[in-house]
């Protein structure tokens, strides 16, 4: 490979690396609040075209400043990487997780089925999220508030309703 390549290669590298830090949050690697609001404007545009339902669900986790408070922004840390794990796990590789900001999360359902599929995932989140989380010695756990608003709402609305 000529070094012409190579920096070519790196230059490539270094621009996605900082596409990517431009639109993920660094801690959990979820996308960021950002890039959630462009996510939702093209699902919305494909739902007005396709007709299809989609679920935004706004995400607050009950008890974490007790977790930061109690046993230090290191575990505060580490609680929000397991969950955000947790959410990559639970959705479907064409929905959207995301961290709002702090300890607030929107995940995205496409296409949802209908209510009954919307209440089974939502009491499969609650369940992963209110799961123990090993820390050092210890456990840490918290609860999970969820607010919901389904399309057909605009992208503000939708995460205003839900929140």
């Known amino acids: 490979m000529s070094i012409w390549s190579k920096k070519l290669n790196a230059e490539f590298l ?5 596409e990517y830090l431009a639109q993920h949050d660094a801690l959990t690697h979820l996308i960021n609040r950002r890039q959630l609001h462009l996510e939702l404007d093209k699902l919305i545009n494909r739902s007005m075209r396709s007709h299809n339902r989609f679920a935004v669900l706004f995400l607050d986790l009950d008890g974490f400043k007790k977790i930061n408070d ?7 840390d580490s609680f929000l990487k397991q969950v955000s794990a947790r959410f990559k796990i639970e ?42 989380i090993s820390w050092k010695d210890g456990v840490m756990n918290a609860g999970v508030s969820i607010g919901v608003s389904e399309y057909p709402y605009i992208q503000i609305m939708v995460i205003r309703r839900a929140h």
């Open 70 to 76: 109690e046993l230090g922004h290191d575990a505060g």
């Open 14 to 18: 270094l621009k996605k690396e900082i």
């Open 91 to 132: 959705i479907r590789s064409f929905d959207i997780a995301a961290r709002y900001g702090g300890d607030e999360f929107v995940i995205v359902l496409a296409d949802i089925e209908d209510s009954i599929a919307l209440s089974n995932k939502l009491q499969s989140l609650i369940t992963s999220v209110s799961k123990d």
